[in-house]
Each structure stands twice: as structure tokens, then as C-alpha cells.
């Protein structure tokens, strides 16, 4: 989700189970209530997966974004070629893929900048993807970093983290997640960077959150919810994978 002027754009929408369960109804939804945002200007799919676009019907029908960029050929408004949008002084510069691909290398990386600081949002582009970046010679460097394919083996290679350079790294894995997202080697490469590194399974849903020219992470279990079991049990708290 990106906020701004009581606007929004949401970036993936999680994954749909049917008629069952829906992240996009029990969690994007929700949020947007609770934050009094009643408009949703944009919506991006980054991929067909379903943990990345299962749910966008719902966001479509409950919001009616005026664009909707993707690939994805049912949903297809924009597609994702490198270009660059401004929006609520906001830029929002689309990298890639340069041609529509299939699968996780496929995926729309958007870095969003005020100017001042950058996040990149990746999606689950893999090695390959990762070295086209490169070669493209595009400005990768970004304050945060959304790490590729949930800290992946098949991402996250170290030529590509020393182009971003990321300051904070966040990785969107849930809590004892069958694949064992992030790797270790994965995180061994991002600790050469940086030591801020946080997974959403265990820091709960993490806000990056830019206010008088300043940069602040906010995690849900430490700021935002900091109940004492939390604190107890460490929740929020990264741990290296064993």
C-alpha cells in the first residue's frame, strides 16, 4: 500500500482461496477502512501468481481504481514497460520487464521516490531479472528494499543488493513458512549491507513511513501493537535462520 493525501495505490494483493479466504477482504480492505482511505487511484499487479494477484477482483470491484497496471492479460489496463508516473508528488518509475515474460521474472519493479527516498518493490523477479536490471543501467539504489521472491534462494543475488543498497530490507514471509523464506544465504548476503532486516511473519505488517523529510519503520508487533506477550517472546525481533 502506498498512502499519500488520503489516496492510495496498492501494489500485489495477496492470495484468494475460492469462495474460502481472501487477503484482499480480510486484510488489504481492513486496512484501508481503518486508515479512512476510500480511494484506491492505481492498482498493480506484479504478477499472475495467485499470493500476488489472487485477489484482485475484489479490490477491483469494491474500489474501481482509475488504472490498473499489469501484465496480466485479463486484467490488462497500462502494462508495466519501463516509463515514469507522477503521483501525489510522488514518482513512481516502472524498470521492468522491458518485454512481457511469463512467470516470476515477469514481475513489475517499481521504485516509488519523493525526491529524497526510495522504495523498491520487486515482486519475485529471480537472477535472471535481477542481472537484466543491472544491465539496463537503471538507478537502483533505494532507502528500502521489498526483497525479491520472499528472500528466495533464487533472488536476491549480491551484484544486485550492492546496486541497491539497500538501508532497511523488508521480507514478505509468513511466520515457520514451508519454504523457509528467507534463506540464509539470502539473508548472509543482505548482512553485508545492512543489519535492518525485517520479516513480516515475525515484525506483523510493517510501515514505511516518511514525515518531515524523515524515515521511519514502524512494525506492527513492536510500535503499533507492542503487548507485552510481543515483547516476551521476541516477536518483531529478526532472527538469522538457521
Given at each position: 500500500m502506498i498512502e499519500k493525501n488520503q489516496r492510495a495505490i496498492v501494489y500485489d494483493t495477496g492470495a484468494s482461496y475460492g469462495h474460502y479466504?481472501?487477503?484482499?477482504?480480510?486484510?488489504?480492505i481492513p486496512f484501508l477502512q481503518a486508515r479512512a482511505l476510500s480511494q484506491?487511484?492505481?492498482?498493480?499487479?506484479?504478477?499472475?501468481?495467485?499470493?500476488?494477484?489472487?485477489g484482485a477482483k475484489v479490490i477491483l470491484n469494491q474500489y474501481h481504481p482509475s488504472v490498473v497496471l499489469t501484465d496480466i492479460e485479463k486484467y490488462r489496463g497500462s502494462v508495466c514497460r519501463p516509463h515514469v508516473r507522477r503521483w501525489q508528488g510522488l514518482t513512481l518509475s516502472f524498470m521492468g520487464p522491458k518485454v512481457p515474460r511469463a512467470g516470476n521474472n515477469g514481475s513489475c519493479v517499481v521504485k516509488v521516490s519523493d525526491g529524497l527516498h526510495q522504495v523498491l518493490l520487486t515482486g519475485d523477479i529471480e537472477k535472471s531479472a535481477e542481472k537484466r536490471l543491472i544491465r539496463q543501467a537503471y538507478s537502483l539504489s533505494a532507502d528500502v528494499l521489498i526483497a525479491p521472491h520472499?528472500?528466495?534462494?533464487?533472488?536476491?543475488?549480491?551484484?544486485?543488493?550492492?546496486?541497491?543498497?539497500?538501508?532497511?530490507?523488508?521480507?514478505?514471509?509468513?511466520?515457520?513458512?514451508?519454504?523457509?523464506?528467507?534463506?540464509?544465504?539470502?539473508?548472509a548476503r543482505y548482512l553485508t549491507i545492512t543489519e535492518?532486516?525485517?520479516?513480516?511473519?515475525?515484525?506483523?505488517?510493517?510501515?514505511?513511513?516518511?514525515?518531515?523529510?524523515?524515515?521511519q519503520l514502524l512494525q506492527y508487533r513492536q510500535h503499533i501493537a507492542p503487548f507485552w506477550?510481543?515483547?516476551?517472546?521476541?516477536?518483531?525481533?529478526?532472527a538469522n535462520p538457521e
Open positions: 479466504f481472501s487477503y484482499a477482504e480480510r486484510v488489504i484506491v487511484d492505481m492498482l498493480i499487479l506484479s504478477h499472475s501468481d495467485n499470493d500476488h494477484a489472487g520472499h528472500g528466495s534462494n533464487t533472488s536476491s543475488t549480491q551484484a544486485f543488493i550492492n546496486k541497491v543498497r539497500p538501508t532497511q530490507v523488508i521480507f514478505a514471509a509468513g511466520f515457520n513458512n514451508r519454504w523457509r523464506f528467507p534463506k540464509a544465504p539470502v539473508v535492518q532486516l525485517f520479516q513480516t511473519g515475525k515484525a506483523g505488517q510493517v510501515t514505511v513511513q516518511i514525515r518531515n523529510n524523515r524515515l506477550y510481543n515483547q516476551t517472546f521476541r516477536f518483531g525481533v529478526f
